[in-house]
């Protein structure tokens, strides 16, 4: 069984900071994509920003130059580095890894169980 579970997550003030965790766990074969997605009230889950396994990055246009992805392949870890935060970025964030397991040969989508982020002063 995979799991992969997320800590970091607050209450902060508008221009503040916070690092979200997600540490994947279980019969683990091989990691390959990671990312964090995003859902506000009342609106779609999206894309944050994704890495794949040789470090190649992306990220939606609006967190672009105030938040990075990055990960530690040999904790099976990666995280989300956010910073100037505003008050729209406002959600629950959601790590999500495309693994396979070490009993078959299929790669899964997982998801974490998700982190509020609320920037309020």
């Known amino acids: 069984q995979v799991q992969l579970v997320e800590s970091g997550g607050g209450l902060v003030q508008p221009g503040g900071s916070l690092r979200l965790s997600c540490a994947a766990s279980?019969?683990?074969?091989?990691?390959?994509?990671m990312g964090w997605y995003r859902q506000a009230p009342g609106k779609q889950r999206e894309l944050v920003a994704a890495?794949?396994?040789?470090?190649?990055?992306n990220y939606t246009d609006s967190v672009k130059g105030r938040f990075t992805i990055s990960r530690d392949n040999a904790k099976n870890t990666v995280y989300l580095q956010m910073n100037s935060l505003k008050p729209e970025d406002t959600a629950v964030y959601y790590c999500?890894?495309?693994?396979?397991?070490?009993?078959?040969?299929?790669?899964?989508?997982?998801w974490g169980q998700g982190t509020q982020v609320t920037v309020s002063s």
């Open positions: 999500n890894a495309q693994i396979r397991s070490s009993s078959g040969y299929v790669v899964h989508d997982y």
């Open positions: 279980g019969s683990i074969f091989s990691i390959y994509g």
């Open positions: 890495i794949t396994s040789g470090g190649s990055t």
